[in-house]
């Protein structure tokens, strides 16, 4: 990496409501229910938002498991028995500490004041104003609650997930008989969390719905620093495989008081954003905190049995929030140049990522030999690649609205093709054009997909 954590400031041309504005402008990200007035910090992702989620989960999906042999996929319930979030402690210590102003009737995370605005003058801090009357800090619990079944009573609470991670923990002993696991092995999911969090906001980086994946890997206890490790260096590098920018990435220990009521040490992979140095991912060593918590309220032991030992094993857990790793990818890709003076904005985002692979372009919309050589291109390439046929507007208006979406190539039908059967490939990041036969345009692109890429060539 050079000069990793360096940095103070973001460089680039993004800033959280550029990236929002083109989220919203090009149908990647809508505020919720807008239409009402939408709902705090929530929100839907639109057409290109969905591609490039799905992107995103499938590359997680295709190095934490695919690629791996150590490690088996989940998808567990939302909502659990609650007493799994008795015995996790999330009942009694899933909470941050609030602050009310009595002036404004506004509440605040106690260790957000710094970053929170007064609601009497935005451009101050809660406290900070002559009428400010603010609370002592009290804990206020993240989860949201709900009541299962016809009867609305103490019996029936029950509350929509704050994390994934007890929904394996709680498998341990189906997953370990069922499948051909060993430690150190890994469980891995993909899937919805909700927390009523006091102050969310800078658009999907802090919300109360969102998505998270994350992975619990079972180790030896003697040997759960040396995994810790291990994965802080992994996730590291499939952020860096992806193209983020090394300057604006760093790994930072949790201090003591800073650690949550389960783990015994914690790394954050932090993501340089416009709103500075802010928690990406965390790598977490839970100990055996779960499982024994767990064995000790089910009554079911929760250990690793072999042949000629029985221990409880200790857990690594990488978690990253999948709306986080979106706002962390569009931060990095976005770029504002000036070519051939005009403006062009554009996602260089990685071809991986990218929710169009290809577009393909007939250079007259209403040239019917044209129109005859690029349909079944297209045709051809979204059988095995995203892929956008456009045939409306100028040619530079089209490759315009690619480089906005972050396509990363576009593929351009001519004159020349109906006399030689060649095509132009042009290349999103460095604007130049090659011709190459229409024939091995589809080979050419699948076999770039697989290599590597970088920002910035
Ligand atoms: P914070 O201290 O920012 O509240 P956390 O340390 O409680 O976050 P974890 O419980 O470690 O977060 O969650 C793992 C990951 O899930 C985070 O690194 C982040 O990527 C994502 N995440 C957590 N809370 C949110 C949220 N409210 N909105 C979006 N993503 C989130």
Partial sequence: MSAPGQLEQFEGDATIEKVASLCRRRGFVFPTSDIYGGLGSSFDFGHYGVLLTQNIKGEWQRSMIQERDDMVAIDSAVILNPQVWVASGHVAGFSDPMIDCRTCKLRFRADHLGQSACGKRPSKHPGEHSECDLTEPRHFNLMFETHVGAVRDDASVAYLRPETAQGIFVNFKDVTSSLRVKPPFGIAQIGKSFRNEITPGNFLFRVREFEQ??????????EADEWHRYWIEQRVNWHLNLGVRPSHLRVRAHDASELSHYSSATS????????GWQELEGVANRGDYDLRQHSEASGTKLEWIGHEERYVPYVIEPAIGVGRAF?????????EEVVAERPRTLLRLHPRLAPVKVAVL????RDAAMVEKARPLYEDLRRSMSAEYDDTAAIGKRYRRQDEIGTPWALTIDEQTLADGTITLRDRDTLQQERIPLDGAKQLLQDRLEQPWHPRG
């Fill in 327 to 335: 706002l962390t990818f569009l931060c990095d890709a976005y770029d």
């Fill in 213 to 222: 994946m994350e992975m619990e890997y079972f180790v030896p206890p003697a």
């Fill in 268 to 275: 954050d992979i932090e993501y340089l954003f416009p709103i």
């Fill in 362 to 365: 007939p250079l007259i919309g």
